[in-house]
């Protein structure tokens, strides 16, 4: 009689133990870290150079070519592979860097070679967030995407909440040539670990393509358009940033001013915010999957379009901090579980094209309703803005939860 042993398929390196994702985590955050270092020196180099209005015009430069560019770029991490055109990125990023805090450390080059290198710096952002967004599924199992996001998300808040303190602490000990040299090596120190990645293959990978990065971003508008899930999880992420990005960035400032917090409870409600979206990245990055995905991402829009609606009505700080924290919480969860769907969903081949699409709600989109959130803000002041911007985002949810695709999409079981 003839004893027949079969082997299990071995599960599945869990995200946080995975020396492939742990590569890319490190990567991602000194590339993050850098950026925070660098506008932070940017911004006090341009103020202490020209006057308030130049500074600001010079910080405007990066964001023009990075929302023009965005979604080109996207064609192009998909065509030349998402970790050649990070490591391209961050070595441009780091050369450009080094050289002005060179400059610096010689010469006053002036305002004109500050707005060079934030043009640069937006061109590069451009190709670089895409292909961010396209790695997770080379380096990580389908089953711990969903993983990989919250620690994605760790990571981000990591790099806001060291970053700016880091940069500061530099300026004050060695002036702006210091804050930039730092960034720099920031930027360099992510290489070496993308360079160690190995990559997992993809369908069709060794497949020639023809045409242009245009002609890819028309194919990849189509797939959007033709995807059950896709396309309207793209009207999500619009609806969710337009109705987010202003209160939060403008709104923020005249509610402080209205009610006798100062720059202090600004920074209060900030913190407020970022814990609570750190939260939940955190238990993303524990669970690893969340039961019934698009109900719950649904949801937690609604509901804490609410939180951002009360914000508005509350005067005193510490509630309004608790306010923040449940608005971060809320919206963290559903912006970590919108986007690990999106890692799910997508054909990885078209995965840069994507997240550029994504990504243009947030970066080039919604930034543009600042000043009509700003002339809202002057003329009805904030409650009605807030309550606006909160019933966009609880849109949001209801549409979600109103396409059948969207509210029954799951995460894969990790």
């Not at 993050?32 to 180099?45: E, H, K, M, N, P």
């Not at 895409?130 to 080379?138: F, I, K, T």
């Not at 939260?279 to 019934?292: D, W």
């Not at 600042?370 to 209801?398: D, E, K, N, Q, R």
């Amino acid at each position: 009689m003839t004893t027949i042993t079969t082997t299990a398929a071995p599960a599945a390196r869990p995200a946080h133990r995975d020396p492939q994702v742990l590569r890319w985590l490190g990567a991602y955050t000194a590339s993050t870290l850098g950026d925070s270092v660098f506008y932070l020196a940017l911004s006090w180099t341009a103020v202490s150079s020209g006057t308030p209005a130049q500074a600001g015009l010079v910080m405007a430069v990066s964001a023009v070519p990075r929302a023009l560019l965005l979604l080109v770029g996207g064609a192009i991490a998909d065509r030349l592979g998402p970790r050649r055109v990070v490591i391209a990125s961050d070595t441009v990023r780091c050369l450009v860097v080094l050289g002005l805090a060179a400059t610096l450390f010689l010469t006053a080059p002036g305002l004109w070679a500050l707005a060079a290198v934030a043009l640069v710096f937006g061109v590069v952002d451009a190709v670089f967030l895409p292909a961010v967004g396209a790695l997770p599924p080379r380096v990580a199992a389908r089953d711990q995407l969903a993983r990989v996001q919250g620690m994605r998300g760790l990571s981000h808040r990591l790099g806001a909440v060291l970053g700016a303190p880091l940069g500061g602490l530099a300026v004050a000990l060695g002036g702006s040539a210091t804050a930039f040299g730092i960034a720099g090596i920031l930027f360099a120190f992510s290489l070496p670990l993308l360079a160690a990645l190995k990559l997992r293959p993809l369908p069709r990978e060794d497949e020639a393509r023809d045409g242009t990065a245009l002609r890819d971003l028309a194919d990849g508008l189509r797939y959007l358009r033709g995807h059950r899930v896709l396309g309207p999880l793209m009207i999500v992420v619009l609806l969710s940033d337009l109705g987010f990005v202003g209160p939060l960035n403008v709104g923020l400032a005249v509610l402080s001013e209205q009610r006798g917090w100062g720059a202090s409870g600004i920074g209060w409600v900030l913190a407020g915010f970022g814990v609570g979206a750190g939260g939940a990245s955190l238990l993303l990055t524990v669970k690893g999957h969340i039961p019934r995905t698009g109900v719950v991402m649904g949801w937690t829009m609604v509901v804490g379009a609410v939180s951002i609606g009360a914000l508005a009505f509350i005067p005193q700080l510490p509630f309004a901090v608790l306010a923040a924290l449940s608005i971060g919480l809320l919206a963290g969860l559903s912006g970590a579980l919108c986007n690990a769907l999106v890692q799910t969903e997508c054909d990885p081949a078209y995965l840069g094209r994507v997240s550029a699409v994504s990504s243009l709600g947030s970066l080039g989109i919604a930034p543009l309703s600042f000043p009509v959130t700003g002339a809202a803000l002057g003329a009805w002041g904030p409650g009605p803005v807030f309550v606006v911007s909160a019933a966009v985002c609880a849109l949001s949810g209801v549409y979600a939860l109103a396409v059948r695709a969207v509210r029954r999409a799951e995460l894969p079981k990790s």
